[in-house]
């Protein structure tokens, strides 16, 4: 309509960010589509990087303030993280029904492949072939978990503390050698209370005397 300004969408102004908030509409079939995909193509531990950069980089269905609270609460919980992830996902997008949707297409297609990949292994994975594919397909899980490092830290460390928490974490799996559970009852509570809600700073007001000549 002639005389009606048009406000300029935010993308076009500055560009697409994975903590920019931006919601969008997804079908039950997109959900299912993009979970069977990551299914079948993705590589062991690493698979949640590559959900993150499916969900949150490439469709933006979630940005990275949506995304890190899920992913942190399934580290939490017990039973394989991406389970968790899916159905944190699929809840956050659609509801309890999403959540089924985005669990059952992620493990189904994987199932059937494993089960037919699993009759090749045992006939002829004895071979040189068998084993340099399996080398390949763990550095490729071990690259994954690595870029997940690198593409959400810098949303998730918010300070030099964060840091801190997670050298802990590492000297205490790793020289300590103590079970996950232990090392989240150590660090959980050090984390909550640092980032614990904060009543705003209130700002002084200016008491400074303009002198007009």
């Given at each position: 309509m002639p005389?009606?300004?048009?406000?300029?969408?935010?993308?076009?102004?500055?560009?697409?960010?994975?903590?920019?908030?931006?919601?969008?509409?997804?079908s039950l079939l997109e959900i299912a589509g993009l979970f069977c995909f990551i299914g079948l193509t993705s590589f062991g531990g690493g698979i949640t990087a590559y959900i993150r950069r499916m969900v949150v980089t490439q469709k933006r269905w979630l940005t990275d303030d949506e995304f890190m609270p899920g992913l942190g609460l399934v580290q939490l919980l017990p039973g394989a993280n991406v389970v968790g992830l899916s159905v944190y996902i699929g809840n956050h997008l659609k509801g309890p029904i999403g959540s089924v949707v985005a669990l059952g297409s992620l493990l189904v297609p994987p199932f059937v492949s494993t089960c037919a990949l699993g009759f090749l292994y045992f006939h002829a994975g004895h071979t040189a072939d068998a084993h340099a594919v399996l080398a390949g397909v763990t550095a490729a899980a071990c690259g994954l978990m690595a870029s997940m490092v690198f593409e959400a830290g810098g949303e998730a460390i918010k300070g030099a503390f964060d840091v801190v928490l997670i050298l802990i974490t590492f000297a205490l799996v790793r020289f300590a050698h103590l079970h996950v559970p232990y090392v989240i009852l150590i660090v959980a509570p050090l984390a909550i209370w640092w980032h614990r809600p904060r009543p705003p700073k209130l700002k002084a007001p200016d008491t400074g005397d303009s002198t007009v000549s």
């Open positions: 005389g009606k300004a048009r406000h300029p969408d935010p993308e076009e102004v500055a560009g697409f960010s994975p903590s920019t908030s931006l919601r969008v509409k997804v």
